[in-house]
């Protein structure tokens, strides 16, 4: 049973920093991609990022300036630096995971089949 629980959401000002946390369990495979993702109320979900097993990591073009990606695989967790933060990255952010593989589409929402459950992130 694959898990995944993202923390380190919460309130911040306009220029300010969050790390956020996404620890995983019960991966079915050793080989997978790891995703970052967004949403806003009313709106898609937003890709920010992946890494995969092989410390590959792929950005949104807007977001790679500000946005960093790494994991701890002694901690099984992913992390996601956000820097310079703005009011529109106002959102919930989830991590996701899928088996990777070749042609591995990081930024499409239905190729993942496991979610965290979020963690909320407001900029003012």
């Known amino acids: 049973h694959v898990q995944l629980v993202e923390s380190g959401g919460g309130s911040v000002q306009a220029g300010g920093s969050l790390r956020l946390s996404c620890t995983g369990s019960?991966?079915?495979?050793?080989?997978?991609?790891t995703g970052w993702f967004r949403q806003v109320p009313g709106l898609e979900r937003e890709g920010i990022g992946s890494?995969?097993?092989?410390?590959?990591?792929t950005y949104a073009d807007s977001l790679k300036a500000r946005f960093t990606i790494s994991r701890d695989n002694a901690k099984s967790t992913l992390y996601l630096q956000m820097n310079n933060l703005k009011p529109e990255g106002t959102a919930m952010y989830y991590c996701?995971?899928?088996?990777?593989?070749?042609?591995?589409?990081?930024?499409?929402?239905?190729?993942?089949?496991?979610w965290g459950q979020g963690t909320q992130v407001t900029v003012s």
């Open positions: 890494i995969d097993s092989d410390g590959i990591t």
């Open positions: 996701a995971v899928q088996r990777l593989h070749p042609g591995v589409r990081w930024k499409v929402i239905g190729d993942y089949p496991h």
């Open positions: 019960g991966y079915i495979t050793s080989s997978y991609c």
